[in-house]
Nanobody, 125 residues
Framework: QVQLVESGGGSVQAGGSLRLSCTAS????????MAWFRQGPGKALEKVAD???????DFGRDVKGRAAISRDNAKNTLYLQLNSLQPDDSGVYYC???????????????????WGQGTQITVSS
């Protein structure tokens, strides 16, 4: 059974940093494109970053330069480091995985791939 469990969310002051973890089980993470998405209050789901099986990474425009995505395939764990956090970064952060392509936000509605339950980040000014 595929499972993705996010952790590391919490409350932080503007300018601070957080490191999120996503522990995967039920599949071999090294073969998957892994991604982080987020959804702020009243906002659409958006991709934060992804890490494909070949080691390539991509970042959303709003976090470029402030985010780092990494993976430890031996531990089946994905990480997201977010720095210089701002209130607009607040929201629920989701981990997602797919064997054949890097997921997009629309894929959550269609049921493609695998998704975690999310972890909340709240950034106060």
């Amino acid at each position: 059974q595929v499972q993705l469990v996010e952790s590391g969310g919490g409350s932080v002051q503007a300018g601070g940093s957080l490191r999120l973890s996503c522990t995967a089980s039920g599949f071999t993470m090294s073969r998957y494109c892994m991604a982080w998405f987020r959804q702020g209050p009243g906002k659409a789901l958006e991709k934060v970053a992804d890490s494909d099986a070949d080691g390539g990474t991509d970042f959303g425009r709003d976090v470029k330069g402030r985010a780092a995505i990494s993976r430890d395939n031996a531990k089946n764990t994905l990480y997201l480091q977010l720095n210089s956090l701002q209130p607009d970064d607040s929201g629920v952060y989701y981990c997602a995985a797919d064997r054949y392509s890097c997921l997009q936000a629309r894929d959550r509605e269609s049921g493609a791939g695998h998704w975690g339950q999310g972890t909340q980040i709240t950034v106060s000014s």
